[in-house]
């Protein structure tokens, strides 16, 4: 069999091992001692801290449903819940105190004061005559032209504008609608008029439903997919080298490459195939990193929150305590955990700082910085990495990855593009 070597044990590494194993003779090399990259956990106190968010699984596609249930048992490994998430919007005037309106926003418009309301269907008409009835995806220039004139100026001044420059800290009409494709909410006007009136609860935005491990989080997706892999832990690659038609890593030859890491890396240790011109394009994308924020909260029914709020630095509270019963151990009554996120580096002052100004009476237990969390592209981006991906496959060196291939996937949509690539081998 011919040798592929994988660099990194995240879930995008993992599934290609599982999909070419039967094929290949496969090793993977993780710099960590533990397999997961951003969906690695691990305990605190007893409870369980998901490092980089809190991630859940449920897909559209039904070859990456197919192939995931064949690896676990859903019904002993797994619990189905259904996301009950809310916006936290404060009460204006300095005041802490926040109204809990129900996920998506644009739904729940009839819970604001009449002027509120009146203002909200206005919007509503002006969209109708500027961008008409039926406007799609790309009728819009950026995302926050689409944001603008999909929802209105007042959910966007808000909550749209002030939430996602929390996230991407960025003027909103520079981030290209190509990045956000499939991930985006497209209520149409009239659908937003009856859900309002019909107080219409809906349930068909992303993960909507979805399933959490019983144990230990997506720890426990790790840990069981590399199972019976050839796996070579704490081993930090520093040069991918060609020599002739062979692959030279760590002294040991492999006929083909699959690289899940960070492009910014690869670029730097590939050796042997002349990757250059792409040096600057590559150095130049730009990226955001999380401080996610271990605590302890006063207990709610909520999966997700999310805080336009301007009176401190957080964008969403991910109640992770509320996902599974083994997550909190030995907690006071009435008591949960929770990820409180941040967009980048906040040191520990800073975040104690904030969380008194955060809802729920947060505790902190703990902190992680992720360097690299959210990926932003431009509107070259995708055509860069695609020109990359051809030049070098022609050496059977092929990358896959939310940081290989600079887009911005959940779990299921990095199973889904690993797939997807697999299958062009």
């Known amino acids: 069999m011919e040798k592929i070597a994988i660099i990194g044990a995240g879930i995008s590494g993992l599934s290609v091992a599982h999909f070419l194993s039967d094929r290949y003779d496969i090793t993977v090399f993780e710099k960590e001692n533990r397999a997961g990259g951003l969906i690695r956990c691990l305990r605190v106190n007893g409870n369980l801290f998901h490092i980089c968010g809190g991630h859940v699984f449920n897909s559209k596609r039904q070859d990456v449903l ?33 109204d809990n309106i129900p996920y998506p926003i644009e739904n729940h418009m009839y819970l604001f004061s009449e002027e509120i309301q009146k203002s909200f269907y206005k919007d509503l008409e002006e969209i109708d005559k500027n961008k008409g009835l039926n406007a799609k995806l790309t009728d819009y220039d950026n995302f926050g032209d689409f944001l603008r004139w999909r929802f209105g100026k007042t959910l966007y001044d808000m909550y749209f504008e002030p939430y996602n420059k929390k996230v991407w800290r960025r003027d909103l009409t520079t981030v290209p ?57 704490d081993s930090e690659i520093t040069s991918i080298d060609r020599m002739g038609e062979k692959w030279i890593i760590c002294g040991k030859e492999f006929d083909k490459v699959v690289f899940c890491g960070n492009i910014k890396d690869m670029i730097k240790i590939v050796k042997g195939i002349d990757l250059s011109k792409y040096n600057t394009d590559v150095e130049s994308l730009e990226y955001h990193g999380t401080t996610a924020v271990f605590c302890e909260i006063d207990k709610n029914p909520y999966s997700w929150i999310y805080q ?118």
Not at 84 to 93: E, H, I, L, Q, Y
């Open 66 to 98: 197919d192939w995931f249930w064949s690896k676990f048992i859903q019904s002993e490994e797994f619990s189905k819940a259904d996301r009950n998430s809310c916006v936290f919007m404060d009460k204006g005037n300095n005041s802490l105190e926040y």
């Open 308 to 425: 336009p709020s301007r009176q401190h630095e957080s964008h969403r509270i991910i109640c992770t305590g509320n996902f599974a019963e083994s997550n909190n151990s030995e907690l006071p009554k009435g008591r949960i955990t929770a990820t409180v996120e941040f967009t980048d580096a906040i040191n520990k002052e800073g975040i104690l700082e904030n969380l008194k100004r955060i809802p729920l009476n947060p505790k902190y237990l703990d902190h992680k910085f992720n360097k690299y969390t959210y990926p932003i592209q431009d509107a070259n981006t995708r055509t860069i990495i695609n020109k990359l991906k051809k030049e070098t496959s022609l050496s059977n060196f092929y990358f896959t990855g939310r940081f290989a291939d600079w887009e911005y996937y959940n779990m299921d949509v990095a199973i889904g593009a690993a797939m997807d690539m697999c299958k062009t081998l």
């Open 177 to 233: 609608m190509s990045w956000m494709g499939g991930k985006l909410p497209m209520p149409t006007t009239q659908e937003m008029r009856e859900n309002n009136a019909n107080k219409v609860e809906e349930r068909a935005f992303v993960h909507s439903t979805f399933w959490y491990e019983r144990m230990n989080g997506s720890q426990y997706i790790a840990d069981k997919l590399a199972i019976g892999l050839k796996i070579i832990y």
